[in-house]
């Protein structure tokens, strides 16, 4: 019994003579985490921008500002940090970091540094100092940039003459875009590389792809007076347009002389290029983002999807005064009539009566729709400078059916959408427009029906020679459409004038707003333009 209690009092005599032999032991076996724990925390915090997760890392709780003035200035838009092999003694430790900022529209910025970390209340937190930013950060210094900017690249047409210049037309101007004085937001959407006051694209063009005609400048990152590093700019690349120089002569001597607002968009049938813009007055560039009802334009779509369906241009047909359908009753302009005829006659001639009982009949609200889609109605437009889509809603009714095959309802379209529709019937295939080649589309290629294009040639072919546009002094060779587009409310209403066609490879669309009959007086415009070329 005695020997037992003597083993008793050695044995916990033992244990304390060890205690009190390492007592640094006892402390560190009782530190909660790792040294490179905390430093792995600390850079994601970094790495997110989060400065109340790095706070929470301190050894010394202070305010890091120091990392917002650098986010900042040098418009950091990602930070990567890689850290290296902890090295630890005595209750401190040392993780040395390599940290990749991107920086706006000037690239990537690579230094070393190290993380300090240091024992407090038993935890691993860290030592930070401003050094622990960068190494040669000191209090009160302040990062900036210095830079020295390329000279600004040319936007020209597609034979390589500059339109930038300031001494083109109106409408090639309003594409363009001009340069202004860069403002505080503008510095803030493109990075601390610009600074107020320096010449920057507003509008057009010039704002769509001031990266990339700016370039990039030689930068120099400076703390204080100190100079981190040089980075290397680079010039600025031309941004070539589709505009034929030519075409867009043509075009503007088309509208210039009218008094009502007009506008033209010619297109390259077989690329989809946009080969001329005018518009005959300032401000709202209604080629690209007016809003009209497309009229009996839109039955050139509507036909498409009537000869897909089996309806020949040979098929006779009726053309009455008037027809009802889902109880809305439907005229023709000036109440005109043609009894029985050919399809292609009603087409020629531009029956409402005729097209939309077939519309209903062998189309339906989700064939139109179809159709309408095929040939970019409701696809994203991506031409270079902003343009509205067209816009084709599924009809809610047989009524709204109706008046959508003859381009009324609640169907918009831009001259832009309609000669896009012109150059898909001519080519058989509808393209995405464009104003810069080498724009990435949002929308695909589609390709018209079988045996539709040639159908609709003869179909468009009659409208010139002994329809709607017979009188309009169009030359040889054109195919068309024209369009009168009622719009307003009340007993009678007021009419844009459409025409839309094509002639070789030139595609277009001419809309006279509020212009009245678009056989009287969109299509002479056309013929203009046309014998213009």
């Known amino acids: 019994?005695?020997?037992?209690?003597?083993i008793a009092i050695v044995s916990c005599a033992t244990v304390l003579a060890v205690g009190a032999a390492a007592g640094g032991a006892y402390y560190v076996l009782h530190t909660r985490g790792t040294p490179g724990e905390t430093a792995q925390r600390f850079a994601a915090a970094w790495q997110a921008g989060d400065q109340g997760a790095m706070t929470a890392e301190l050894a010394?709780?202070?305010q890091l500002t120091a990392y917002e003035q650098q986010r900042s200035v040098l418009a950091v838009e990602s930070t990567a940090i890689q850290l290296g092999k902890v090295t630890e003694?005595?209750?401190r430790a040392s993780v040395p970091y390599t940290a990749t900022l991107a920086l706006k529209n000037i690239g990537e910025w690579t230094y070393q540094g190290k993380i300090d970390l240091v024992v407090a209340d038993r935890t691993w937190k860290v030592d930070w100092t401003p050094a622990t930013l960068h190494p040669s950060l000191t209090g009160g210094a302040a990062f900036s940039l210095k830079t020295r900017w390329p000279e600004r690249a040319e936007i020209t047409d597609g034979e390589g003459d500059r339109i930038d210049t300031g001494t083109v037309g109106g409408s090639v101007q309003q594409l363009v875009g001009y340069l202004a004085k860069a403002t505080k937001k503008d510095v803030a959407k493109l990075g601390s590389s610009y600074k107020v006051g320096q010449a920057v694209g507003r509008d057009g063009l010039q704002e769509t792809f001031q990266k990339r005609l700016a370039g990039t400048p030689a930068t120099e990152i400076k703390l204080g007076d100190k100079t981190l590093e040089t980075m290397e700019g680079t010039e600025g690349e031309p941004v070539r347009t589709t505009l034929d120089p030519r075409v867009q002569a043509a075009a503007v001597t088309a509208v210039k002389d009218l008094d009502k607002p007009t506008s033209l968009v010619a297109i390259e049938p077989s690329t989809g290029e946009i080969l001329a813009v005018v518009n005959n007055q300032g401000g709202f560039n209604r080629a690209l983002d007016g809003r009209y009802p497309p009229g009996s334009t839109f039955k050139a779509v509507t036909a498409i999807g009537l000869l897909a369906a089996g309806v020949s241009p040979q098929d006779q047909v009726t053309c009455p005064?008037?027809?009802t359908v889902g109880g809305l009753q439907i005229r023709n302009s000036d109440k005109a009539e043609f009894g029985s005829l050919s399809f292609l006659d009603s087409f020629a001639h531009s029956c409402n009566t005729t097209f939309a009982p077939l519309a209903q009949?062998?189309?339906?609200?989700?064939?139109?729709?179809?159709?309408?889609?095929e040939v970019g109605f409701n696809q994203p437009l991506n031409i270079g400078v902003p343009a509205t889509k067209?816009?084709?809603?599924?009809?809610?009714?047989d009524a709204e059916l109706a008046a959508e095959s003859f381009g009324q309802a609640r169907i918009t379209a831009s001259p832009l959408s309609m000669a896009s529709v012109a150059a898909a019937i001519a080519d058989?295939?509808?393209?995405?427009?464009?104003?810069?080649?080498?724009?990435?589309?949002?929308?695909?290629?589609?390709?018209?029906?079988?045996?539709?294009?040639?159908?609709?040639?003869?179909?468009?072919a009659a409208v010139v020679t002994k329809g709607t546009a017979k009188s309009a002094g169009l030359p040889s060779g054109t195919y068309g459409k024209t369009g009168t587009a009622e719009y307003g409310t009340g007993e009678k209403l007021d009419s844009h004038a459409w025409f839309i066609g094509f002639k070789d490879d030139v595609a277009f669309a001419v809309v006279v707003e509020g212009g009245g009959g678009g056989g009287k007086v969109a299509a002479p415009v056309a013929a203009t333009f046309l014998n213009s070329l």
Do not use: C, N
């Open 1 to 6: 019994m005695a020997r037992g209690r003597t």
């Open 60 to 62: 010394t709780p202070q």
């Open 89 to 91: 003694g005595d209750g």
């Open 321 to 323: 005064m008037y027809a």
């Open 361 to 373: 009949q062998k189309l339906g609200a989700d064939k139109m729709l179809d159709v309408a889609e």
């Open 390 to 397: 067209p816009s084709f809603p599924k009809a809610q009714s």
């Open 428 to 460: 058989g295939t509808w393209r995405p427009p464009t104003l810069v080649p080498t724009i990435k589309q949002k929308a695909d290629e589609q390709a018209l029906p079988e045996g539709v294009k040639s159908e609709l040639h003869s179909m468009m």
